[in-house]
């Protein structure tokens, strides 16, 4: 039988989530294969799965509060808080101009202990993004996971701000 990471690569293979060809990225970077986790994160099997592995590392921490940044990300932190029963927090790209203008939605309280989630990460550069908008508003932040890491500096961004990094898979394991 797979343990939940081996099935999970198994799912994302089976949905074609790893795509190979000529993609231009986000960045403007060429790049020989994309993660396409919008059609991972739309599916309910590969959701559950994220978040039963996230769940598993996460079941020992003090964890106040899950947060994921728009728009990738909040499936996986919705399915995380879920069977976590931990409250969600959503980190907006900006501050709407309109409404409340918050940057953040949910309650986030000082020094709440936040883990963060995304679905793949290059650099990290947005998730870092969402990282400094928790801490800027009181949350603490000690632990990141991404579903597919590309490899391309993102750890090491981590590091720098002292934040762990913790890829359920990395696309290593898919080339």
């Not at 999970?8 to 990225?25: A, C, D, H, R, S």
């Not at 728009?70 to 501050?95: C, D, F, H, Q, Y």
């Not at 995304?118 to 947005?126: A, I, K, P, Q």
Request: glycine share 6%; with cysteine.
């Amino acid at each position: 039988m797979l343990n939940k990471k081996q099935y999970l690569m198994k799912l994302l293979k089976e949905n074609e989530v790893i795509k190979f060809g000529k993609f231009t990225l986000s960045s403007g970077k060429e790049s020989d294969y994309y993660v396409d986790m919008k059609k991972a994160i739309t599916n309910p099997e590969i959701l559950q799965t994220i978040a039963d592995l996230i769940n598993l590392q996460i079941n020992e921490d003090a964890v106040d509060k899950v947060a994921g940044p728009a728009l990738g990300a909040v499936p996986i932190a919705t399915a995380v808080s879920l069977t976590s029963n931990k409250p969600l927090l959503m980190i907006r790209k900006e501050k709407k101009g309109y409404g409340t203008s918050k940057l953040i939605e949910g309650e986030l309280f000082e020094n709440d202990n936040v883990i963060v989630v995304e679905d793949v990460t290059t650099t990290g550069n947005s998730l870092i993004k969402a990282i400094n908008a928790i801490e800027d508003n009181k949350g603490i932040v000690k632990r990141a996971f991404v579903v597919v890491d590309r490899c391309e500096g993102a750890k090491e961004n981590f590091n720098k701000i002292g934040v762990k990094l913790e890829p359920l898979l990395s696309i290593n394991e898919f080339l």
